[in-house]
């Protein structure tokens, strides 16, 4: 019996790299060390490489040297998305191979962070996880601004730290405003930066969550939430990022460090490590599953949360592509193995449910 293939959808820098033998991001290694466990052939291929019409692909597939090599194969009937897509025809080649009975999962990996907040705020058991968030505009920032002490203005839409500033208040009239290692001073008259960040429809406007702190930096947590080989969700693992010093953004891309959960709470004697653990887990599962009912291709996402001093769970973002180099950095080794893993069980019980079907 031929081993089963599953695709792995990348984009051409990944790809790139895989045929250089340079990993960018993704740990190759990994997922073959997965596909062996699971009994499942791995092949990376980009959405070009697809050609519906003659049910074929051109693939990168491990030859008998131990080197990638161009294949022409039939196209997996299950495919793991990695890769980011924005064009609409992308979005349709997805869609017709989905329709040709393909089961892409983790089919589109950008969402609206305002979307994305407006669907847990349905359901009433999230919604004391949530800080206040609206679509950028200069009546919402009057309004939040006479509501919190402190906003953060980002991109409603992707970002890696990028284009977020942060509002703080400091008296009874006098705001800052920090951006790019900078603060300025303002009262009634709005500097030039929150003047173009809050006439930005792509931004959102978020009440800035009061974060737990190490060593005198914020921190939050990157934990990664996946369907396993069962078909049910899990959290494969939970890692800090935090900020460099002196900064608000705890974004590896901006200079933020990796820590364990263990090491953050070192500091936090009142915080009892499996309490803070297990509420964490509880509110990623519940989050994810009720995004998963307006997202049903939903598999793989890291949730970005963020600590209370009092060890309460603040959701910050989904992030529907975790590229998972969180976990190497923090030297967690086992558990960044384990997000490249679990996909692909989940992805061996898509195949064993399909033969169950036919």
Known sequence: MNTPTVGILVDGLIYSGIKTNVSYFEHISFYEEACIQFGLCPCFFRLKDITIETNQINALVKG????????????????????LFFRNESKLKIKNLQKSGVIIFNDWNRYGKL???????????????????KRASSGNFIEMMEKHKALIIKPN????????V???????????????????????????????????????????IPLAEYQGSPFDLRVSVQKNGIGEWQVTGMVGKVAKIGNYVTNVAKGGTCKTLTELLNDFSDLDFNEVYYSIEDFSIKAVTELNKYFPYLA????????????????????????????????????????????????RYLFDSKIDEE
């Not at 994305?116 to 004391?128: A, G, P, R, T």
């Not at 839409?157 to 977020?164: A, I, M, N, R, Y």
């Not at 910050?316 to 679990?342: P, S």
Request: net charge neutral.
């Open 157 to 164: 839409s992707g970002s890696l730290g990028g284009g977020v």
């Open 64 to 83: 008998n040297k131990g080197k990638y090599e161009m294949k022409k194969i039939a196209i997996p009937q299950i495919i793991h998305n990695r890769g």
């Open 115 to 133: 979307d994305v907040h407006n669907i847990l705020m349905k359901n009433e058991e999230l919604q004391s996880h949530l800080p206040e968030t």
């Open 300 to 347: 793989d996402v890291g949730l970005d949360i963020g600590l209370t001093t009092e060890g309460f769970p603040m959701f910050i973002e989904c992030n529907g592509r975790d590229l998972r180099i969180t976990f190497g950095k923090a030297k967690m080794h086992e558990v960044w193995n384990a997000t490249y893993t679990t996909p692909i069980s989940y992805a």
């Open 166 to 208: 942060m509002v703080e208040k400091k008296d009874s009239e006098l705001w800052e405003v920090y951006y790019n290692q900078k603060r300025e001073a303002f009262a009634t008259e709005w500097p030039e930066i929150v003047r173009k960040k809050v006439s930005n429809k792509n931004y959102i406007i978020q009440e800035r």
